[in-house]
Protein backbone atom coordinates (compact mmCIF):
# COMPACT_ATOMS: atom_id res chain seq x y z
CA UNK A 1 0.00 0.00 0.00
CA UNK A 2 1.17 3.94 -0.65
CA UNK A 3 0.45 6.50 1.39
CA UNK A 4 0.60 10.30 1.07
CA UNK A 5 0.79 12.32 4.09
CA UNK A 6 0.65 16.45 3.72
CA UNK A 7 1.98 19.25 6.18
CA UNK A 8 2.74 22.56 6.05
CA UNK A 9 -0.87 24.08 6.11
CA UNK A 10 -1.95 26.23 8.46
CA UNK A 11 -3.89 30.38 8.79
CA UNK A 12 -1.62 33.04 6.80
CA UNK A 13 -2.19 36.65 6.43
CA UNK A 14 -2.82 37.95 2.89
CA UNK A 15 0.40 38.53 1.04
CA UNK A 16 2.25 36.21 3.16
CA UNK A 17 3.46 32.77 2.22
CA UNK A 18 3.41 28.78 2.65
CA UNK A 19 5.06 25.67 1.80
CA UNK A 20 2.88 22.09 1.54
CA UNK A 21 4.91 19.22 1.85
CA UNK A 22 3.60 15.86 0.49
CA UNK A 23 5.26 12.66 1.54
CA UNK A 24 4.86 9.53 -0.11
CA UNK A 25 5.64 6.08 1.79
CA UNK A 26 5.25 1.95 1.20
CA UNK A 27 6.46 -0.10 -1.07
CA UNK A 28 7.60 2.66 -3.87
CA UNK A 29 8.86 1.52 -6.73
CA UNK A 30 8.19 5.14 -8.89
CA UNK A 31 5.89 7.65 -8.89
CA UNK A 32 5.22 9.36 -12.45
CA UNK A 33 3.09 12.47 -12.34
CA UNK A 34 2.24 14.56 -8.91
CA UNK A 35 -0.60 17.29 -8.43
CA UNK A 36 -1.92 19.46 -5.98
CA UNK A 37 -5.65 20.03 -6.00
CA UNK A 38 -8.00 22.24 -3.94
CA UNK A 39 -11.13 22.20 -2.70
CA UNK A 40 -13.74 24.77 -0.29
CA UNK A 41 -17.05 24.00 0.55
CA UNK A 42 -19.84 23.07 -1.91
CA UNK A 43 -17.73 23.65 -4.73
CA UNK A 44 -15.76 20.82 -6.78
CA UNK A 45 -12.14 19.34 -5.96
CA UNK A 46 -9.79 22.11 -8.63
CA UNK A 47 -6.10 21.11 -10.30
CA UNK A 48 -3.92 23.71 -8.92
CA UNK A 49 -0.71 22.69 -10.23
CA UNK A 50 1.51 19.46 -11.61
CA UNK A 51 4.80 18.03 -11.54
CA UNK A 52 5.92 15.33 -13.61
CA UNK A 53 8.59 13.36 -12.77
CA UNK A 54 11.38 14.35 -15.16
CA UNK A 55 9.97 18.41 -13.60
CA UNK A 56 7.90 19.77 -16.38
CA UNK A 57 4.79 21.70 -14.52
CA UNK A 58 1.83 23.84 -15.56
CA UNK A 59 -0.81 25.23 -13.17
CA UNK A 60 -4.22 26.70 -12.83
CA UNK A 61 -4.08 30.18 -14.13
CA UNK A 62 -5.38 31.55 -10.56
CA UNK A 63 -1.93 30.56 -9.30
CA UNK A 64 0.31 31.12 -12.40
CA UNK A 65 3.13 33.41 -11.18
CA UNK A 66 2.24 33.17 -7.48
CA UNK A 67 2.46 29.29 -6.99
CA UNK A 68 5.71 26.84 -7.57
CA UNK A 69 5.68 23.17 -7.41
CA UNK A 70 8.17 21.50 -7.33
CA UNK A 71 9.77 17.79 -6.35
CA UNK A 72 12.20 15.52 -4.74
CA UNK A 73 12.54 12.31 -6.16
CA UNK A 74 14.65 10.52 -4.04
CA UNK A 75 12.12 10.96 -1.13
CA UNK A 76 9.13 10.83 -2.43
CA UNK A 77 8.12 13.85 -1.74
CA UNK A 78 6.76 16.93 -3.50
CA UNK A 79 6.12 20.63 -2.87
CA UNK A 80 3.70 23.56 -2.84
CA UNK A 81 5.41 26.90 -2.15
CA UNK A 82 2.47 29.43 -2.16
CA UNK A 83 3.41 33.80 -2.36
CA UNK A 84 1.35 36.50 -2.13
CA UNK A 85 -1.55 34.68 -0.48
CA UNK A 86 -4.92 35.94 -1.36
CA UNK A 87 -8.14 35.32 0.75
CA UNK A 88 -9.62 33.38 -2.45
CA UNK A 89 -6.58 30.83 -1.39
CA UNK A 90 -8.32 29.31 1.39
CA UNK A 91 -8.83 25.93 0.81
CA UNK A 92 -8.14 22.52 2.17
CA UNK A 93 -5.30 21.05 -0.47
CA UNK A 94 -4.97 18.07 -1.39
CA UNK A 95 -1.63 15.61 -2.80
CA UNK A 96 -2.71 13.75 -5.78
CA UNK A 97 -0.59 11.02 -7.45
CA UNK A 98 -2.05 9.40 -9.89
CA UNK A 99 0.16 6.54 -11.24
CA UNK A 100 2.57 4.93 -8.57
CA UNK A 101 3.86 1.84 -8.99
CA UNK A 102 4.79 -0.62 -6.54
CA UNK A 103 7.81 -2.76 -5.98
CA UNK A 104 5.50 -5.65 -6.28
CA UNK A 105 4.25 -3.36 -9.51
CA UNK A 106 0.94 -2.83 -9.03
CA UNK A 107 -0.21 0.39 -9.73
CA UNK A 108 -2.30 3.07 -7.27
CA UNK A 109 -4.30 6.48 -7.91
CA UNK A 110 -3.80 7.66 -4.21
CA UNK A 111 -4.53 10.96 -2.73
CA UNK A 112 -3.34 12.17 0.68
CA UNK A 113 -5.82 13.33 3.81
CA UNK A 114 -5.82 17.29 2.54
CA UNK A 115 -4.43 20.07 4.82
CA UNK A 116 -6.17 23.48 5.33
CA UNK A 117 -4.64 26.64 4.36
CA UNK A 118 -6.88 29.60 5.50
CA UNK A 119 -5.78 33.20 4.31
CA UNK A 120 -7.06 35.68 6.21
CA UNK A 121 -6.28 38.83 8.37
Known amino acids: QVQLVESGGGLVQPGGSLTLSCAASGSIFRIFAMDWYRQTPGKQRELVAT???????NYADSVKGRFTISRDNAKNTVYLRMNSLKPEDTAVYYCHAPQVVTTGGYEYDNWGQGTQVTVSS
Open 51 to 57: ITRGGST
